[in-house]
Nanobody, 123 residues
Framework: QVQLVESGGGLVQAGGSLRPSCVVS????????MGWFRQAPGKEREFVAV????????NYADSVKGRFTISRDTAKNTVFLQMNSLKPEDTAVYYC????????????????WGQGTQVTVSS
């Protein structure tokens, strides 16, 4: 059974940084493409970033490109989302997800999900 546990969210002022992490247990993170999604109140869940199984391909939503960086530490079986220059519109619950398929921006193509971590950006 694969489990994903996020942490590292919090409250930060606009322009600040956070680095949520996602610990994967049960299988190696190298077996999955790993994605981050977010969901703001009253809105649908949206794609943020994804890293491929071999770690060489990284894709980002246009809204976070240049500000967010997805990475992973295979020794720790952990995926990170470095978030810089945060804006109030980045406020959401951030979810980590794993897919046995290729890198995807579609939430319905992911097999496993974490419980989410709240990120709040004040203006």
């Amino acid at each position: 059974q694969v489990q994903l546990v996020e942490s590292g969210g919090g409250l930060v002022q606009a322009g600040g940084s956070l680095r949520p992490s996602c610990v994967v247990s049960g299988r190696s993170v190298s077996n999955y493409a790993m994605g981050w999604f977010r969901q703001a109140p009253g809105k649908e869940r949206e794609f943020v970033a994804v890293i491929s199984r071999n770690g060489y391909i990284r894709n980002y939503a246009d809204s976070v490109k240049g500000r967010f960086t997805i990475s992973r530490d295979t020794a720790k079986n952990t995926v990170f989302l470095q978030m810089n220059s945060l804006k109030p519109e980045d406020t959401a619950v951030y979810y980590c997800a794993a897919t046995r398929g290729l890198t995807s921006r579609k939430s319905n193509e992911y097999d496993y999900w974490g419980q989410g971590t709240q990120v709040t950006v004040s203006s």
